[in-house]
Structures are given as C-alpha cells and as structure tokens.
C-alpha cells in the first residue's frame, strides 16, 4: 500500500504540474490573442518554470518577446525550442521563427540560413519557401547597396583627401613660375633704367666740369677747382628723362600682367 500510496502521490504531483504547464500556456495564449504580449511572457514563463523541457512554452515565449521586438531574447527562446522539439515538424517550427527574428534584423544572409533549415525538416512548408525567397532578394538589394555606399564613401574620401592635401608645391606651378620670372625681369629692367639714368646724369655732370663756367674763371683765387652747379634746364631734362623710363617700365609689367598663363598643355584659355 505504501508503495502504491507513494506512486499515487508522484503521480498526482506530476499531474499538478502539468496543469499548472498548461493553464501557463493557456493563460499566456489569452494575453497573447488581446495582444499583451508582456503578459503573456509572465505565464509563458510560469509554463517553462514548471515544465522546462516542454517545447510549447519555449516556442511561445519566444512568440511574445518576438512581439516586442526583444530579438536576442526571442532568439534564445526559440532556440531552446528547437532544442526540446519532438518531432521534425516541430524543430521546422522553430527555424522557422528564427528565420524570422534575423531577418526582423535585417540579417537575411542568417534568416536564409534558417529558412533553409526549416525546409530541410518539412520540405513541403509553403510560408517558409516565401519566406525564404524574399530573404534571397532582400540580401542581394542590400549587398547592391552596400556597393553602392561604398562607391560613394571612396568617392568622399578621395574628395577630402584632394582638400586635405598640403599644397607643398605651390612655387613650382608653371604660372608662379612666370610670375616670379616677370617680377625678377621687371626688377632687373628697372633696375638698369635707373642706372642708365644714372649714368647719364654723371655723364651730363663731368661735361659741365669740363666746359668752362663764362661768367666766372675755372679756379678760385687760391688755384682750386671752383664746384660747378647744373643748369635748371639740365635738371628739368634729367628728371624728364628718368620720369618717360619709370613709364616705360610700368606700362611693360602691366602688359605682362594681362598674360593669361595655361596651367595644362593643350588647355585653351578663352
């Protein structure tokens, strides 16, 4: 007696649980029908506390924390799920659902890989070949994407960089080039116009020092040469001279700075 005794109180516990597993589930699919899915998590739960290796309450928790878009959690649970399925129907159940957290994540290389799975364990599952269709597509469209992204990220790149690039050789640019060329020539021009001019009114000058002074002697009482002064047209003429070659100089670096200098062969310059 006492051994039945025990057994029937085994057995009566073991149904105990298994009510409270499924009024778990049952509960947890009323909450989840009214959409409140973090209700139905709480006896989803209770259902996997009092039966843990029962496939339904997995593969149910993992439906409400899919519903509120907790991914990694629903991953988990759906995954124990395909660990506690009985059958091949079930574990396709299960990848299924994996197949639709990743791709949730936009992980379609993943949820193909998942769907396929599915497949492989109920081949004849029509939602799951869709499924797995429109997982292909969408990872084709995002990979083109990403192609183009990073087309369009070297092409930035390569424009920051050309920004970004010291223009260490700027004096060595053929129109600095030209222009240092004209400034030295237009200095060197200027130059030898002043010492022309300079000559020439040193010249002018030993001339009047040759010619004898007509209102007075070429030396003072005392024998010494007696300083000559030049003449005010002299001076008039030397200062006109010199004035006509600073315009001459000046009309010349204006010329040159009309030029337009081609920074390319062959480029026109209009």
Known sequence: MKIRFGIFLIFCALATSAQQYNSGINQGNEAFGEKKYDEAEVNYKKATTEKPTGFEGWFNLGDAL???????????????????????????????????????????????????????LNPNDEETRYNLAKALRELKQQQQQQQQDQKQDDKKDDKQD?????????????????????????????????????????????????????????????????????????????LEAVSNEEKQTRKRVEQKGKVKVKTKPGVKDW
Not at 86 to 108: E, R, V
Not at 171 to 198: F, G, H, I, L
């Open 66 to 120: 899919y519903k509120q878009e907790r991914y990694e959690e629903a991953m988990q649970a759906y995954t124990k799920s395909a660990e506690l399925a009985t059958n091949p129907q079930k574990a396709a159940l299960a990848q299924h659902n994996i197949g639709n957290t990743f791709a949730a994540q936009k992980k379609y290389k993943e949820a193909a890989e998942a769907y396929k799975n599915a497949l492989r």
């Open 162 to 238: 050309k920004k970004e690039e010291p223009q260490k050789n700027d004096k060595n640019k053929p129109e600095d080039q030209d222009k240092s060329q004209d400034q030295n020539q237009d200095k060197k021009d200027e130059s030898d116009q002043n010492d022309d001019a300079k000559k020439k009114e040193e010249q002018k000058q030993e001339e009047q020092n040759q010619k004898p002074d007509q209102n007075k002697g070429d030396a003072d009482p005392n024998g010494k040469p007696k300083e000559q002064k030049m003449k005010p047209e002299d001076v008039e003429r030397l």
